[in-house]
């Protein structure tokens, strides 16, 4: 599976992005699909992730209430639109795809989309800028 993300750029504080994360491969809906974002000397941090099943979204607690995460099964995409952006959103974004494993939906349900370490498929990134 090969991910693209973009969408970035350089956005005043208060503004909004829409990033867009396009895959390849034919299964796109056996995969859960996060965000991350890093900023420069800092660890990579979770942003949102949307299940497989009926598209539920999990949202880091940095950016509750300000960013939405969705999919479009068959345009096999996930989309991050973030609101009210301030300067500490400024990092590289990166979408990142979770396969299902063999165990079952019960088992993959529990599992912590919150973790970069469950994620098979990383995409290169995209640069946000959030000026003050």
């Known amino acids: 599976v090969q991910l693209q993300a973009s969408g970035g750029g350089l956005v005043q504080a208060g503004g909004s992005l829409r990033l867009s994360c396009a895959t390849s491969?034919?299964?796109?809906?056996?995969?859960?699909m996060g965000w991350f974002r890093q900023a420069p000397e800092k660890e990579r941090e979770f942003v949102a992730a949307?299940?497989?099943?009926?598209?539920?979204?999990y949202y880091g607690d940095s950016v509750k209430g300000r960013i939405s995460i969705s999919r479009d099964n068959a345009k096999k995409s996930v989309y991050l639109q973030m609101n009210s952006l301030n300067p500490e959103d400024t990092a590289v974004y990166y979408c990142?795809?979770?396969?299902?494993?063999?165990?079952?939906?019960?088992?993959?349900?529990?599992?912590?989309?919150?973790?970069?370490?469950?994620?098979?498929?990383w995409g290169q990134g995209t640069q946000v800028t959030v000026s003050s």
């Open positions: 949307v299940s497989w099943s009926d598209g539920t979204p």
């Open positions: 491969g034919r299964t796109f809906s056996m995969y859960a």
């Open positions: 990142a795809a979770k396969k299902r494993t063999l165990y079952g939906l019960a088992y993959d349900l529990n599992l912590d989309l919150g973790l970069s370490s469950e994620y098979n498929y």
